[in-house]
């Protein structure tokens, strides 16, 4: 891996948390992804599962983890498999993991091959009287191709039928949404090389260059910084295609005049960063171009200052919204009568602001959480609301990544330039 080695303390204690919200006498199985094939001999670059992830710190395929707090042998109550390399593998692939580092990424004594884990499984599940398997229950969650973890469940049931079943994904969700300091330090990481890269374009964007040249200057400063690249598919939209929300394309050439919606960020250690910023692509804000902006950042500041302890997901949405409305109003896109026939379930700011405000943040860019949960410190939320001008051809949004404590919140993204006056001086002034 590209990036230095983590504390196992941090997996030590994430499995200690997950111990104790199981039940009595319960076992949870956890199972690294699949490689998912391309074509011909091809597959895509391997990611791990986040929660095998973050119980053990392995980064390899074909890993399996059991958490058993109460079996009777204490060598059994964590046991972690993974791939055994040999000599072909080493030639084609580089070295998997042996035992010994596998104990030292996890801080797990007890280390198998995965190809012994149906002769070790017998020795252990039959103590237990509950199993806790994992399926994917992301709200925003589509899985046309059958996982490794719904194959595993399948085959599960027809080994042990009487076994009687749990799911993990409401303990880990509970969990993974309060970040530990260690976490706090990886996002803070992947934030801190996404500013690299934000800096390095303010001084590569002008008039004529190229959306897809942006991704690569990018990247290449990410990747240079022992990041694996993008926490996700980089959106460079710039004109009109600043109003497409996911616009992916980034195949057109940046004009003068027009401003440049920038959505990436780079991930560390499978945390990833989010940030947005729009920037004028010669370097200075029209008039219309600033009021906008200024509209938008007012929202985002206020939003951010409502992410605190002891809020909740729909009255801060309920909250920024009426901000916005008044943005939209002051800029003329909406009026008071709009307001007043409004649709209560598509507010009429829905109009230029489509999209929710925060998401929780961690291992995954849309990391998990429960949206009914109040607040509290040590989650992470981006911050990104955004004005959409179909009609002209202009779309602002800015983002950033807010660590909620118990004295308000700290702005991982703080020292990433936001205001537009810095933003034009450092277009300008840049060496």
């Known amino acids: 891996m590209r990036y230095e080695p983590i504390d196992p303390q941090l997996f030590i204690e994430n499995r200690r948390r997950l111990a104790e919200l199981m039940k009595p006498k319960s076992i949870a199985i956890l199972q690294a992804n699949d490689i998912m094939p391309t074509n011909a001999d091809g597959t895509m670059g391997f990611r791990q599962s986040s929660d095998l992830f973050y119980l053990s710190g392995v980064d390899q395929e074909e ?17 972690l498999f993974v791939r055994e390399t040999n000599e072909h593998i080493a030639v084609w692939e580089g070295e998997k993991l042996t035992k010994e580092q596998a104990r030292n990424v996890s801080g797990i004594q007890t280390v198998h091959w995965t190809h012994h884990y ?27 191709v059958q ?52 800096e390095r374009l303010l001084n590569f964007v002008k008039p004529g260059v190229m959306e897809y040249e942006i991704e690569a200057e990018l990247l290449h400063e990410f990747i240079r910084n022992r990041s694996r690249g993008f926490a996700y598919t980089p959106i460079v939209g710039s004109g009109a295609n600043a109003c497409v929300l996911h616009y992916i394309q980034n195949n057109q ?32 804000f029209t008039k219309r171009q600033r009021e906008v902006y200024d509209a938008v950042l007012r929202v985002f500041k206020f939003a951010k200052s409502r992410l605190i302890p002891g809020n909740v997901w729909d009255e801060y949405h309920v909250e920024v919204g009426a901000v916005m409305e008044k943005e939209l109003i002051d800029l003329r896109l ?3 009568k709009d307001i007043e026939s409004q649709n209560p379930d598509w507010p009429a700011y829905k109009k230029y602001f489509p999209h929710g405000t925060s998401h929780f943040l961690g291992l995954d860019v849309h990391d998990v959480g429960n949206k009914y949960r109040r607040f509290e410190p040590g989650m992470v939320f981006t911050c990104e609301p955004g004005i959409y001008i179909r009609e002209e051809g202009l779309g602002i949004r800015l983002e950033n990544n807010i660590l909620i404590t118990a004295e308000g919140n700290r702005d991982l993204m703080a020292s990433i330039p936001i205001e537009a006056e810095e933003i034009e001086q450092l277009m300008n002034t840049m060496a």
């Open 63 to 79: 890993t399996v983890l059991l958490i058993f707090p109460e079996h009777p042998d204490p060598k059994f109550r964590e046991v």
């Open 118 to 144: 149906e002769a070790m499984m017998r020795l252990i599940v039959f103590e237990a009287e509950r199993v806790y398997l994992n399926t994917n229950e992301h709200t925003r969650n589509e899985s046309p």
């Open 147 to 198: 996982t490794r973890d719904a194959r595993f469940i399948q085959e599960f049931r027809t080994r042990y039928p009487l076994h009687a079943l749990e799911r993990l994904a409401p303990l880990m969700h509970h969990l993974r949404a309060i970040k530990q300091p260690q976490e706090i330090e990886l996002l803070q990481t992947a934030c801190d090389i996404t500013k690299l890269g934000f």
């Open 253 to 284: 050439a940046c004009k003068d005049g027009e401003v440049i919606l920038l959505d990436a960020a780079a991930e560390y250690a499978n945390y990833g960063a989010d940030l947005t910023r729009s920037i004028p692509v010669n370097g200075r």
């Open 334 to 336: 909406i009026s008071k």
